[in-house]
């Protein structure tokens, strides 16, 4: 059952436009391949454009002629617009090079001929509103396989000759559209398109009923099942006879659809009349003006038993011109068969509810766009004893409905209801809604409810219709508690991001377009298994490596409105361009890809470095560095006392913990004999100092410094002095208060390199060699000793200076 109605809904919206905007979307892959170039004064086809333009806007131009050459540049070309220009001239070679086009639009033109048009995938055609005065076809339009919708007419035709048409008796032409005021009409003229469907006729047919009729009469050769009509009646028209006579013969006629008529209560008397003894099931007035001319209004009452097939009844915008409701008594046995009634854009304030509720086999209500609040539909003088006993859609849409308390308790009636829409109103969360279990849809759209509408809902919804409705965020908890959810809309909300922990297992269709989502990750989805449809266009994305995962992995069957509809809107170097042409790279983007390319490179640059540094002596440098600041430090701090130091030894000794032995055996005591005090480093150091800090008191308070020089010495103790001396200025030590004393020949080239200063220091200074010979031991020591006993000399010098200095102020003070 549900099928049929799906199919009776979509055979009512399916009109001219609809019929163009579907070929658009065949036609327009890319958003590049989109060019509007309408309004620009334009007086020819411009040259230079893209060669990938899919659809080109030229309308409302100047462009008078169509060369040639003029479309050689638009190999790709589907869609093309050049209504509203002043073409009166097509040269026949002007589409070869653009013959994939598919939809054609020169309507109101100045063309004076129907031109010849080789266009074998053309499927929409409009040539309405041009000067030429005959309907006739040339045969090229017999070619014109593809075509299905073409669009003929202007203020020229008065005639229509048995001819006209006769080329496209073969073609597959589905619909047929003509606008020209009609005067004559030759019997058997529309008969010859075989394949027609249906046939728009914009033209007045007042006193020329008898032209209606014969047309009907082709079209049921023709087996067409539609017409539509605009207006048919203009205000002013004496009626005698029935109009509508001919309807009872056409029996494959199934829709009527009236368009910008007048309709006075008479005639829709006589209409009913027709419609109701004929075979048609659809019935539709659009934008019509309703004027009551009999004192009853329309009186209905059947007089004899009959089969009653209309099943679709519409009246979208009527115009009712007199300060009264208008009265309709038609007995409802006539509305018997009606699955379909749709009651809209007539400024109803009350619902004629024992009419329309007691419909016994109607299933879909529309009465959006009226002036309906609660008490107006449900109005508290209507009995409601038999209610929708087969309803299962309304439309409330673009009302004044404002509590969906009220609402949810109200559609408990409706007994097999199943989708209800509210939105377009003003409605509001009032208090706990409690919802029929029957009820599976509702839209909520267009109204302000916020993020709390979620607790108002009822758990056996399966589609939510929330854009538009003031949401700025969701969370998993708001819609776990929809079990059976399968299609939930948040359109035009300020959604800015989708739940990570998002989990809705039946969910087949989320549209989430036109929010303030940035990127989509992929872990929301993977919460959605049977995701079917993903409406994300139009929203502000990140061409950054947020959007990596959907750009690059998400499959893309399941975007509809992909690629033309996701443009990236940050970085500002990405602003408007179409996401689909942001290509990043996989390194830039996986952290653990980047990791471990990463890692490998630093541990081989580590590597690199420490060997390196290894073989460059780094760590010895690195050592001496410390030394170095904390020399410097020391220096400064010092820097005033060493100036004025008097000497506590006459020698510092240093030398290798192995060369203890002679150290301690020989040099010490021989110099101690003589009288000489002397610091040694193990015995004389200050327990808890640091060893530099050590050194360079020692150094301070000696007259020399005797370094005993050995293999051992230089590689184990020498370091700490290279950098001291290397800053020797800072600490005042004069190169000639050293002295080496060389336990074992080194050559001045064996030293590691990196010793600079005691390479310098050995080249330049004197030195002792410890000699092997006890005769030369004695020079040795008598040398030795000598050099440090300049000590005294220098001592006393210093002594009588100080003593002077300390007595000057007593004098000066006398
Ligand atoms: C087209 O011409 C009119 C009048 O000359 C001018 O007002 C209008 O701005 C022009 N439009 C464009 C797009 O150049
Ligand atoms: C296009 O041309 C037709 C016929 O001249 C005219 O009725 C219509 O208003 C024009 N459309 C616009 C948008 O100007
Ligand atoms: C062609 O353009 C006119 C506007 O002048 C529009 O009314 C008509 O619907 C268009 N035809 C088709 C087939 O889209
Ligand atoms: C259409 O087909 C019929 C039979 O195949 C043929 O006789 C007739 O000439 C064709 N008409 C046109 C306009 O091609
Ligand atoms: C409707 O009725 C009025 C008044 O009787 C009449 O003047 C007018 O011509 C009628 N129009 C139509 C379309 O029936
Ligand atoms: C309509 O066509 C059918 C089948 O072609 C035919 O039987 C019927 O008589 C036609 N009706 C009229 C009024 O000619
Ligand atoms: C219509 O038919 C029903 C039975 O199908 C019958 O009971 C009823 O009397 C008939 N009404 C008229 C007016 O013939
Ligand atoms: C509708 O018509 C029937 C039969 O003619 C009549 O009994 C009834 O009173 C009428 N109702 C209204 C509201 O005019
Ligand atoms: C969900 O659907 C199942 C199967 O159609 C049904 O049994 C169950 O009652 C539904 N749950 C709700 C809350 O409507
Ligand atoms: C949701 O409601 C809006 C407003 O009524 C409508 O335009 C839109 O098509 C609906 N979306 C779906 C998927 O039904």
Not at 228 to 255: T, V
Not at 385 to 408: C, D, E, G, M
Not at 569 to 576: C, E, N, Q, R, V
Not at 656 to 679: F, I, K, Y
Request: proline residues 5%; neutral net charge.
């Amino acid at each position: 059952m549900p099928a049929i109605i799906w199919t009776f809904a979509s055979f009512l919206i399916i009109t001219m436009k609809s019929f163009a905007e579907k070929e658009f979307e065949l036609c327009v892959t890319h958003s590049y391949g989109k060019k509007d170039l309408s309004n620009h004064n334009l007086t020819e086809v411009p040259t230079g454009l893209s060669l990938n333009t899919q659809y080109l806007d030229l309308s409302h131009n100047k462009i008078s002629r169509l060369e040639s050459n003029a479309l050689v540049g638009f190999p790709q070309l589907c869609f093309l617009k050049l209504n509203n220009n002043t073409i009166q001239y097509i040269s026949p070679m002007a589409f070869l090079h653009s013959s994939r086009i598919k939809v054609l639009n020169i309507s109101n033109n100045l063309l004076t001929t129907i031109p010849d048009l080789s266009l074998p995938h053309l499927r929409i055609l409009d040539l309405s509103g041009n000067l030429y005065s005959s309907y006739k076809l040339g045969s090229c339009f017999a070619r014109l396989t593809n075509l299905k919708f073409l669009m003929l007419g202007g203020p020229n035709i008065k005639e229509i000759k048995l001819g006209d048409f006769a080329c496209l008796s073969n073609t597959s032409l589905k619909h047929l559209s003509l606008h020209s005021d009609l005067q004559q009409y030759e019997s058997g003229a529309l008969a010859q398109i075989q394949s027609l469907q249906e046939i728009t006729l914009i033209m007045s047919f007042c006193q020329r009923f008898d032209m209606f009729k014969a047309i009907v009469m082709d079209l049921n050769q023709t087996e067409t099942t539609a017409i539509r009509l605009n207006p048919f009646f203009p205000r002013y028209c004496q009626i005698s006879s029935d109009p509508f006579e001919g309807f009872k013969g056409a029996q494959f006629l199934r829709s009527i659809i009236f368009v910008e008529s007048w309709f006075n209560s008479s005639v829709m008397v006589k209409l009913l009349k027709n419609v109701f003894q004929s075979t048609l099931e659809e019935l539709s007035f659009i934008d019509i003006v309703y004027y009551e001319d009999t004192p009853d209004g329309v009186q209905f009452y059947p007089t004899h038993n009959q089969t009653v097939h209309l099943r679709s009844l519409t009246f979208n915008g009527v115009q009712h011109l007199q300060y009264s409701y208008p009265k309709i008594n038609i007995s409802v046995t006539y509305l018997s068969q009606l699955a379909y009634l749709k009651f809209s854009g007539t400024g109803m304030n009350i619902s004629p509810c024992n009419l329309i509720s007691d419909i016994p086999s109607l299933m879909m209500l529309d009465l959006s766009n009226n002036l309906l609040s609660d008490d107006g539909f449900w109005w508290p003088a209507c009995s409601y004893t038999k209610v929708f006993p087969a309803l299962r859609q309304l439309w409330l849409s673009h009302n004044r409905f404002v509590y969906l308390s009220f609402i949810s308790r109200k559609t408990h009636q409706m007994m097999v209801l199943e989708s209800l829409d509210l939105s377009f109103n003003s409605i509001q969360l009032d208090g706990e809604c409690s919802w029929p279990t029957h009820l599976m849809e509702l839209s909520l759209s267009n109204n302000n409810l916020g993020n709390g509408v979620f607790s108002y809902l009822s758990p056996h919804f399966r589609r939510i219709n929330l854009s538009k409705t003031g949401i700025t965020a969701i969370t998993q908890k708001d819609l776990s508690s929809f079990p059976n959810l399968t299609h939930l809309i948040l359109s035009s909300n300020s959604i800015q991001v989708l739940p990570m922990n998002l989990h809705i297992p039946t969910l087949l269709s989320l549209h989430v377009d036109q929010n303030a989502i940035t990127s989509i990750s992929q872990e929301p989805i993977l919460g959605l298994p049977r995701l079917q449809h993903l409406k994300a266009g139009k929203n502000p994305f990140s061409c950054s490596c947020e959007s990596y995962w959907f750009v690059t992995s998400l499959s893309k069957s399941l975007l509809p409105d992909w690629p033309v509809d996701y443009t990236c809107s940050t970085p500002p170097s990405f602003a408007g361009a179409s996401l689909e042409e942001y290509k990043p790279t996989k390194p830039s983007c996986l952290p653990w890809l980047q990791a471990s390319i990463a890692v490998p490179v630093v541990l081989i640059l580590v590597a690199a470095f420490s060997i390196t540094f290894y073989a460059c002596d780094g760590i010895w440098y690195t050592k001496m560095l410390w030394v170095w600041i904390r020399v410097k430090r020391r220096g400064h701090k010092g820097a005033g006392r060493l100036q004025n130091a008097s000497f506590r030894y006459h020698a510092f000794i240093s030398y290798s913990q192995h060369d203890t032995m002679w150290v301690e055996s020989q040099l010490v005591p021989r110099l101690e004999n003589v009288g000489l005090s002397l610091c040694v480093h193990e015995r004389d150091f200050v327990p808890g100092r640091w060893i530099v800090d050590n050194i360079i008191s020692s150094i301070e308070d000696s007259y020399k410094t005797l370094f005993v020089l050995s293999q051992n010495f230089v590689q184990s103790e020498w370091c700490t002095y290279e950098l001291f001396f290397a800053q020797h200025r800072a600490i005042s030590i004069q190169d000639d208060s050293l002295v080496f004393i060389l336990l074992e020949p080194i050559p001045a080239n064996c030293l590691p390199k990196k010793f600079l200063k005691l390479r310098a220091l050995l080249c330049k200074q004197t030195y002792l060699e410890w000699p092997k010979e006890e005769r030369k031991q004695q020079v040795f020591w008598a040398s030795l000793t000598a050099m440090l006993h300049g000590a005294d000399k220098h001592l006393a010098i210093k002594k009588v200076a100080t003593d002077i200095v300390d007595t000057l102020p007593l004098i000066a003070d006398q």
